[in-house]
């Protein structure tokens, strides 16, 4: 019951975390972006 409540909470934090990263729609896509051009940046 402890771990699990542990994880619970763990979770939320993290969660709570992503979350505060990107405020808004538009920080949303930005992230999105900049991910997908690291991507490819590796590729080459």
Sequence with gaps: ????R???IL???LF???L???NTA???GQDI???GEAIQ????
Excluded: D, H, N, P
Aim: hydrophobic letters at 45%; charged letters at 15%; glycine letters at 12%.
């Design 6 to 8: 542990a994880i619970a």
């Design 20 to 22: 505060s990263a990107c």
């Design 16 to 18: 709570c975390g992503l």
């Design 11 to 13: 979770s939320l934090v």
């Design 26 to 28: 538009r920080g949303v």
């Design 1 to 4: 019951m402890l771990v699990k």
């Design 33 to 35: 972006e900049a991910g």
């Design 41 to 44: 940046r590796s590729t080459y």
